[in-house]
């Protein structure tokens, strides 16, 4: 091997660990489909527990976690902590976390359930519209991501990883800041022209 | 019917749900003023727990059966007893039912019920989940032919 070449190894080794513990690494996040695969999320208008509409749509150009879930579903109890977490680490670069309750006594369980487990973002109760909207939700939890455009790029049906949510919000979230900044190269994409 | 295209709705979305099957019951024959007991068969697909009638958290959905007021009085309903369970998402074991379970009803008829044959409505509620999802609450419904004597 001759010293460029040495020389070249080294350096996109070191960009790769560069990468791995940059803010802006990029991260593997298997859930998340290519941007020809992906559909765009059906809109909906369903009230807050203040009464305020919640549009999908006017989240565009922000990441969207959203969790359909029910106060009888044990499952989700285990995912909403980290949707609490998520919010709160996340909002400032664009992530918007929306939970639809799909409880069928509607804000009678869901207000205190909220109240009980300090839940940060924005709830709503679901209603057959949305449910239809969306193929049938019947598995709960039942958690999409939307990227930026307003597109699906994850679903997942029942609970997954807390490292896979994190991987793919950090992918998404990555992805379309890099893709509105024409100057910033992820590293990795740097490695592989060189 | 869904309205997103195939590509969007089919694998990630549909799931195969729990399934409660229940044994038609054959006829009650109940005397006038006298009781009868009932023994609803019934039977919760592989793969799936359900709560029991006495879920060991009080947010979870308790396994019920109630029977539309009719000729027969409902006097007492005897549920299968839950067996604990832990699974990945709780914290602690949880009281479940799963398979074949019976539930038995004792019925009364008043001493004034007109004889000959009736019929009595029941529904049973239940809520299941998987490993890692639950269903939302299903109602099934029970017909019992009853025989007044």
Known sequence: MSVSQV??????????????????????AQSVRPNKDRQTAPDFV?????????????FKGKVVLLDFWATWCGPCKIEIPWFIEFERKNKDKGLVVLGVSMDEDGWTSV??????????YRIMVGDSKIEQQYGGIDALPTTLLIDREGKIASVHVGVASKQDFEDAIEKLLQTNTASRQPGLVPPAAYVRAN | MSLLPLTFAPTSFAQTGPVLTVT??????????????????????????????????????????TWTPGVLEPVDIDYPKGHLQKYSFSEKPLSVITGAIDISTKFKAAPAAPAGPAMMTGKIRFQACNDNACFAPKTV?????????
Request: hydrophobic letters at 40%.
């Open chain 1, 46 to 58: 369903l009230k807050d527990s203040l009464g305020t509409p919640v549009k999908l749509s006017d």
């Open chain 1, 111 to 120: 207000k205190p359930y909220v109240k009980e487990l300090g839940i940060n």
């Open chain 1, 7 to 28: 020389l070249r190894v080294a350096a996109a080794a070191a960009l790769l660990a560069l990468a791995a513990c940059s803010p802006n690494r990029t991260v593997s």
């Open chain 2, 24 to 65: 038609p019951p054959s006829k009650l024959k109940v005397k006038r003023g006298g009781t009868a007991t009932l023994k609803l068969a019934t039977s919760l697909n592989a793969g799936f727990h359900a709560n029991s009638s006495t879920p060991s958290e009080s947010y979870l959905i308790p396994l019920k059966l």
């Open chain 2, 141 to 149: 419904e029970v017909k019992l032919t009853v025989d007044i004597e």
